[in-house]
Nanobody, 124 residues
Framework: QVQTVESGGDVVQAGGSLRLSCAAS????????LGWFRQAPGKEREFAAA????????RYADSVKGRFTISRDVAKNMVYLQMNSLKPEDAATYYC?????????????????WGQGTQVTVSS
């Protein structure tokens, strides 16, 4: 069983930056992939970024590539999403979740152990 807790959401101006954090509690995350997803009101949840716990390989959605960076702190069991050059369309509730088979996937349905989300608002 894994628990994920997101934090760091805030109101930020367009062009600004924000760092989201996800605390993941588990006996070991070694074989897992941790992912960030987002959901805006009236829209489906969509993939943003993912990272393999072992090795640190990453994957990004085209919409955030070059602006967002996912990273992890193995000692602290933390995953981060550094978001730069934020746009109004980045506004959403951001969720952290686990892909338990270790596949660096962008498919929402492959992920488990969703957190409660953290709200990001981008003002223009």
């Amino acid at each position: 069983q894994v628990q994920t807790v997101e934090s760091g959401g805030d109101v930020v101006q367009a062009g600004g930056s924000l760092r989201l954090s996800c605390a993941a509690s588990a006996r070991t995350l070694r074989t897992y992939v941790l992912g960030w997803f987002r959901q805006a009101p009236g829209k489906e949840r969509e993939f943003a970024a993912a990272i393999k716990w072992y090795g640190g390989s990453t994957r990004y959605a085209d919409s955030v590539k070059g602006r967002f960076t996912i990273s992890r702190d193995v000692a602290k069991n933390m995953v981060y999403l550094q978001m730069n050059s934020l746009k109004p369309e980045d506004a959403a509730t951001y969720y952290c979740a686990v892909e338990p088979t270790g596949l660096l996937s962008s498919v929402v349905e492959r992920y488990r152990y969703w957190g409660q989300g953290t709200q990001v608002t981008v003002s223009s």
